[in-house]
Every structure is written in C-alpha cells, then in structure tokens.
C-alpha cells in the first residue's frame, strides 16, 4: 500500500472508532463549551473585552479542547496494545503519523465548528468581524496544533506521565503559533495590525513542523 | 598530569577570570553617564546571555550527532549542554529586570528579546523535563534529541514572531551600526567579562558531562556486581 493510503486507512479508523464510541468528541466539545462560559462570567464579557481580548480567551478555549483530543490520538492504541500492531506492518512511521495527524486534526475542527457561533454570541462578536479570516485562522492555527500535537502525543507515550507531558512539550514549541493565532483573530475582530503577516507566518510554521514532524517521524515511533 | 588534577586547574583559571571580571565590572570600567552604576550590571547579564546561547548551541549540536550517530557521549554532551544553558538562562532572566527597573521604569516589557529569551527557557526546561520523565536509558536519549531539534527549529520563529509583535529592547551595543559602541574601557570589562562566563560555561558542561559518563559506569559496575552475586 502507498503510504497516502496507509495514512488514509488510519485516519478513517481513528474516526469511525470516534464516531460510534462519540468519547472524546463529547467531552472536549463539552470542554471546551464549558470554558468559553465560564471566561464569559470570569471576565464580565462584553463588547469592548472582545475587542480587546477575544482572540486570546477564544483560542485558549480551543486550545484545552485541542489537548484533549491530542491526548486520545495515541492513547486509544496503548489500551490494546494496537500500536505495536501497526508498527510490525511495513507501514513507515510518516503513515500512521499521517494519519493521526488527520484524525485529530478533523477532531478539533469539528469542535471549533460548534466552538465559534457560541463565541461570537457569548462575547458579542462585532457586526463587521471577518468570519472568514477567522475560519481560515482557525484552520491554519489547529493544523500548527495537530502537526506538533500528535508527533508529542506519541512522544509521550513513552513517559510515565503521559497526560501530564503533552501540554509541557507542546505549549514551549508552539508559542510562536499561539501569538500568531490570537494575532490574527483579534485583527479579523476589528483590532489594529495587519492579519496578513500573521497568516503568513502561520503557514510557515505549518509547513517547517509538518516537514519536520513526518521527516523524524521514524524516530518516535521506533520499536525498541 | 591526572585528570582530576587537570580539572582542578582549569576550574581555579576560570575563578581567577571571574574574579578579574568582577573586578573590572564594578572598579575597572567607567561608571555610565546616563543610567549610573546600574550600568555595570550589563557586564553579567551579555555574558551571561552569551554563555546560554552557546550551551544551546552545544545541546543542538550534539542533539543532532546523536541522532546521526546514536553515541552515548553526544547525549551526555546534550544534557550537559541544556542544563548549562538553563541555568544561564536563569541569569540572564534575573539579571535583566533587576537592570530594567530603574532603566526602564518597568520589571518587564514583551520585547522582542525578553520575550525570546523568556520562551527559550520555558522550552529547555521542559527539554529538562521530559528527561525527568521519561524511563532512563532506552528511547530517552533519542526522544530528547528530537524534542531538541523541534526546539532549535522553534527559535528562529519564536524571534521573528515576537519582532512584528513589539520592541523595547536596546539595539546591540556591539556591531549595531554606526551609533553603537563602548567606551574602550568598559569594552575592555565587557570581553573579559564574555571569556570568564564562556569559560565558567565550558567548565561545566565538561564536568556534567564526565559525571554523565562516569554515572554510567557506576551503573554498569553495579549490574555487574549483581550478576555477580546471582551467581
């Protein structure tokens, strides 16, 4: 098989095991509902907080979400030790990783689906907001979180601590992508600064990390 | 010569440098005509700068041997080379509000610098980290290798990122253009300054990475002791 049809056959099981069980889809889109309400009573939301803050509190939500399902990507294999399953087929590492990658990817999308008309409710999104910038924003941002987040999310696999390592690895690397994704949120809300410098360096960071990730990708999942 | 010996020499250079460089940082150089003796704080916090960035550039080198060569000396030279690096980090960290308040007013400003050099520390400790938590020997010595070119890689991005974000921080003062530069005593202060913090930097990073080696040993010398029991 073609490594593009590995990784497809890894990416529809990851979401069909996903699809019937509904798991980790319910809870980090309950999650993640749950913070946007609460930042909502914490920070007294109103319009003027959104157009100052509301790409910051909008994207940390996402980013608890995105933790969770990250956290599921390789958990789902160690329960039944389907990992090594997959690693004694001739499938190479940037397949499988391929293929997570998607699913959570797909995950956190659908999350931020039902994620951003209760933001743009709860926080009183502006009439002239750019929905479309923030689409792409956001689809641009999780794929920075998916890339990094699944190659650590193997990573950790083999730690003792493994739900506690993830966000420590992931949060250093991914600084640089945060700040471009709140950046560019807040200007598509209204806020000054131009988004077209932040999108850019979004796909940049896109592009380095996805290289890296599926070029190294043999070196997290090798079998010892 | 022993090797024990040896190190004790190099180690007692390297005090005699430090205290030169203490010397010359609070005596030696001219006191600063706009910020006053605060000033003299800048002959700890750019060596100490220095020091961090070559450390981290040993822990990228070596990380990168070590994936190329799987040798358990790059790894020992990559721990050495972050927790080095860490802790000097750690000085530049301290260092630069302590000069920033009276200067600037503030404890700390999101400029482009400060806020890098605040991101590089957040992910060498948490390179330090996952060698805390991760099972020794095994996969760990390769997953911290890749952890350390994701790092590496995350810099140059990190920078330019927190560039078009804001700036405050002052330009260079060396090779900065046509309005920087150091009165020649202070420049003086400033590189002996820069020698004994690269040296205090070498030294430990060779000492944390013999003790690597060396805790090896122990550990081979004690599962031999042990079969040797077994038996």
């Not at chain 1, 699809?19 to 109103?46: H, K, Q, T």
């Not at chain 1, 794929?143 to 493994?162: I, V």
């Not at chain 2, 938590?133 to 995350?154: H, K, M």
Request: proline fraction near 4%; charged fraction near 10%; glycine fraction near 8%.
């Amino acid at each position: 098989m073609s490594a593009a049809r590995i990784a497809w056959a890894v990416l529809r099981r990851d979401l069909l095991i996903e699809l019937r069980g509904r798991e980790a889809l319910l809870a980090m889109g309950f999650y993640a509902l749950l913070v946007i309400v609460i930042f909502s009573f914490a920070f007294s939301a109103d319009a003027d907080l959104t157009l100052r803050a509301g790409g910051s509190l909008l994207w940390v939500a996402i980013l608890f979400a995105a933790m969770v399902a990250l956290d599921r990507a390789f958990l789902r294999e160690s329960a039944e030790a389907t990992l090594s399953g997959l690693q004694t087929t001739p499938a190479s590492g940037a397949a499988i990783l391929a293929g997570k990658f998607g699913s959570s990817f797909l995950l956190i999308c659908a999350v931020e689906a039902v994620l951003l008309p209760l933001f743009a409710v709860l926080f009183n999104a502006p009439a002239h907001t750019r929905w479309g910038g923030i689409i792409l924003t956001a689809l641009l941002g999780t794929w920075a979180l998916a890339a990094n987040g699944t190659y650590f999310s193997a990573l950790s696999l083999h730690s003792r601590q493994r739900g506690l390592l993830l966000p420590l690895l992931l949060l250093p690397v991914a600084i640089p992508a945060i700040l471009a994704m709140v950046q560019a949120t807040q200007v598509f809300l209204g806020g000054p600064g131009v988004a077209n410098y932040w999108c850019r360096l979004l796909i940049g960071y896109d592009i380095i990390y996805t290289a890296l990730g599926l070029g190294l990708a043999d070196l997290v999942l090798e079998v010892e | 010569m022993s090797k024990t010996f040896q190190a004790n020499l190099l180690g007692a250079g390297t005090l005699a440098l430090l205290l030169a460089a203490l010397y010359w940082a609070l005596y030696g150089a001219p006191t600063e005509a706009t910020m006053g003796t605060i000033q003299r704080i800048f002959y700890y916090h750019v060596p100490a700068a220095a020091a961090s960035w070559t450390a981290l550039a040993i822990n990228a080198l070596a990380s990168l041997a070590y994936l190329a060569t799987r040798s358990r000396k790059a790894d020992a030279l990559a721990v050495a080379g972050a927790e080095v690096g860490l802790a000097f980090l750690t000085i530049v960290l301290i260092t630069g509000p302590i000069w920033a308040r009276p200067v600037w007013g503030v404890w700390w400003v999101w400029d482009p610098r400060l806020t890098l050099t605040l991101a590089m520390w957040v992910m060498y400790a948490s390179y330090l980290i996952l060698r805390q938590l991760t099972p020794e020997g095994g996969s760990q010595p390769r997953l911290a290798a890749v952890l350390a070119v994701f790092f590496a890689a995350d810099i140059p991005i990190d920078y330019m990122s927190i560039r078009w974000w804001r700036g405050q921080h002052p330009a260079p003062v060396l090779f900065g253009g046509p309005d920087s530069g150091l009165a020649p005593r202070m420049l003086a202060a400033l590189l002996l300054s820069m020698t004994a913090f690269l040296a205090l930097m070498a030294v430990l990073v060779a000492m944390r990475y013999r003790q690597e080696l060396l805790r090896d040993r122990i550990t081979g010398l004690r599962q031999r002791r042990m079969l040797a029991a077994e038996n």
